[in-house]
């Protein structure tokens, strides 16, 4: 294979269809991803009003099974794993001997032996080679399945009724962070509930080969409502008003769980040890003492947009670095998650602001989400 070749971004089963589509194609995590189809604005506001049709096979699933694989899991992730029923999912990370934050994930339990664990498309071989390497000694398999799935979701308030139209599966009885067997549009499909836009939505684990049809399937069934597909120029806005972290932004290997906020998803009572488990001890408790950067929302008062990196400044001193930010079509402002110290990190500190190139523009800072839908 030439050098070209091998480095040629990855195409996803639907890529001839996003085209057909008129998308602006970009180069995500080595895979060449639909970034809007018209206009991102237009496209978040359907996902928070009607709803939007993504394509998310990017992302990287590996299958874990085997008589230990709820003890290799619970050893090799910091949540506790085992104590996850059939069909449920747990939101996680999997970390470092010193604590550094690899990858977050969800991990599905499929069955009493079974598992899907699913990883960012950025960081899919990275934690598939840390599994493969932590699960020496265990009864349990770790399986590459990224090529075995195509993922398809459909998110706003009216992805429930689009996939009653197709399905006969429980939907209602299907709880957010769950996942269960079922036929859609007649394919099989894994329909979890684990959304990443702050909407009620569903995602769709099918075979790539039935992926063409179950997203022109989702399209028809959600014509009459307002669905439209939508890129990950707008997921990201949507994330981002709905606080949610995204690797590579607001977490990362410089960080530990305690940096980012995230200390619950540590679980230091369950049986066994875990890897990171001493460093994360001693982060918990230095969190305690003296608390790191705290995570916060940032709200414009004037029309800049902040971007990753940019320092965030009080009394003309650096206090925090902006890791998200964006135009944010809900509220009508620029907005920005920032790690500050946390001697500004309370909603409503004054004399908070953004350097932006320079100049010093007024922010305010809010609690996170910005959003939050009307259950």
Known sequence: MSSTAASAPRRTALDALHRSLGATMTDFAGWDMPLRYGSERDEHTAVRTRAGLFDLSHMGEITVTGAQAAAFLNHALVGNIASVGVGRARYTMICQADGGILDDLIVYRLAETEYMVVANASNAQVVLDALTERVAGFDAEVRDDRDAYALIAVQGPESPGILKSLTDADLDGLKYYAGLPGTVAGVPALIARTGYTGEDGFELFVKPEHAVALWQALTEAGEGVGLVPCGLSCRDTLRLEAGMPLYGNELSTSLTP?????????????????????????????????????????????????????????GGEVVGEVTSGAPSPTLGKPIAMAYVDAAHAAPGTPGVGVDIRGSHEPYEVVALPFYKRQK
């Open 258 to 314: 305690f940096d980012a906020g995230l200390g619950r998803v540590v679980k230091f009572e369950k049986e066994g040890d875990f890897v990171g488990r001493e460093a994360l001890r001693e982060a918990a408790a230095k969190a305690e003492t003296d608390p790191p950067r705290v995570l916060v929302g940032l709200v414009a008062e004037g029309r800049r947009v902040p971007r990753s990196g940019y320092p965030v400044v009080a």
